[in-house]
Nanobody
C-alpha cells in the first residue's frame, strides 16, 4: 500500500520561503511521477510541480516558475517542494501525489497525501 505523508506547511509572510516534504512509502516502480498539487478555498485543485522519479525531469505550472523547485531523494523516498518568494495567491492546502502519467490532472494520480496547509500573509 502506497502512502504519502506531507509536512512542512505553515504561515509565512509574503516574500518568505517554505519547504514542503513528502515521505513516500510502499512506492512501486510503476509510479513514475510524483507531483505537488494545491487547492485554495473555493478553487479547483491544481498541479504546481511534477518530477519524473527515474530521470528527475521536472515541470512547473506557469504561476510558480522561478519560485518553486521540486526535488526528490529516491534513497530516502522523499519528495520536496522548495517555495520561495511566496505571495498571498500561494495560500492553499498542498498535496503530494503519485501516479503513472505525465499529467496535470488530479484524476491521473493514484495516491495522495492528506495535505499540508500553507498560509501566506501580505
Amino acid at each position: 500500500q502506497v502512502q504519502l505523508v506531507e509536512s512542512g506547511g505553515g504561515s509565512v509572510q509574503a516574500g518568505g520561503s517554505l519547504r514542503l516534504s513528502c515521505e513516500v512509502s510502499g512506492f512501486t516502480s510503476s509510479l513514475y511521477f510524483l507531483a505537488w498539487f494545491r487547492q485554495a478555498p473555493g478553487k479547483e485543485r491544481e498541479g504546481v510541480a511534477r518530477i519524473e522519479s527515474a530521470s528527475g525531469r521536472t515541470n512547473y505550472a506557469d504561476s510558480v516558475i522561478g519560485r518553486f523547485t521540486i526535488s526528490r531523494d529516491n534513497a530516502k523516498n522523499m519528495v520536496y517542494l522548495q517555495m520561495n518568494s511566496l505571495v498571498s495567491d500561494d495560500t492553499a492546502m498542498y498535496y503530494c501525489a503519485a501516479g503513472q502519467y505525465r499529467s496535470w490532472k488530479s484524476i491521473d494520480y493514484l495516491y495522495w497525501g492528506q495535505g499540508t496547509r500553507v498560509t501566506v500573509s501580505s
